[in-house]
């Protein structure tokens, strides 16, 4: 029995024993280097904010802080926008060279009346266009998870300025293919276009000079984190009037209509510019109070 306890003793020992089972001693510098290679498995590092930061992964979560629910204004907005159509719909109609029989024809051709309704349907779509791209990015980062945070900007972007370019360029055809219903083309409709011109050209280069076209087109829905902390924009146009671009600078449309004297051109302006104010009190006021926390 001793025997036998002194044999198990001794066949456990060499187990314990320092000797057979070595212990490496970690220095201090790379005990310091696995801690932090732990907590940066466990802790996301922060995403730096600004447009020339690094791109964001596409995973990355929207601060609940700028956040506001979908369907706030939608309704409005869009209901809003339809009304402004058909009240244009029906002033274009009330013109002699415009009848309603041509316009309930399909929109084919190229004549004043096809231009026209194509103008009432372009301000539809690219408003549904931005208040849909600013919601689900400003909520969801939808653009920036799909394309990445430049390319998002992009896309979003490219679509702006393409719906942006089309409004003009069809309501300036509109207002050629049906021009001389109000009044003949002259020095003085030259004169009274010029009169609009002049405050349009000064927002625009307001715009382009102090705000920038990113900003007129809602770039702080992709970045609001960093938009919040820039200052107010208080110079040219901007520091005499609070809301310059939908104040003075829409008007802008209106200018082909009076230099042709076409009613369906002054027509599509109206309608333009007063959906552009719909858009604002419905959609972008709610947003900029969520992003801007009135600073």
Known sequence: MLA??????????????PSLVPIRKISRIER?????HLRNRIVAPRAASGPDAA??????????EFSVP??????PHFLGVVALAASALALARSGDALSAERLLEPL???????WFRLGLLIPILHQMMVVISWRVQLNYKSLTRAFGKQGGQVVFFTCF???????FVVTVTASIRTSG????????AYAAAAV??????YVLHSVFKYLGFQRLAGVDHFDPEYYRKQDVVNEGAFKHLKNPIYTLGVLGLLIPGIATGSLEGIALGLYQYLALWVLYFSIERVDMAAIYKNT
Request: with cysteine.
């Open 4 to 17: 036998m306890r002194a044999t198990h003793i001794s066949y456990r020992e060499p187990l314990l024993s």
């Open 32 to 36: 310091r280097h696995r801690l932090a």
């Open 55 to 64: 791109e964001a992964t596409p995973d990355d979560s929207q601060s609940t």
């Open 70 to 75: 979908f369907w706030t204004g939608q309704a």
């Open 108 to 114: 084919i051709g190229t004549s004043g009346c096809d």
């Open 161 to 167: 300025t393409a719906f942006a370019v089309a409004r």
């Open 181 to 188: 219903v109000l009044w003949k083309q002259g020095a003085a």
């Open 196 to 201: 609009v011109a002049v405050p349009f050209v």
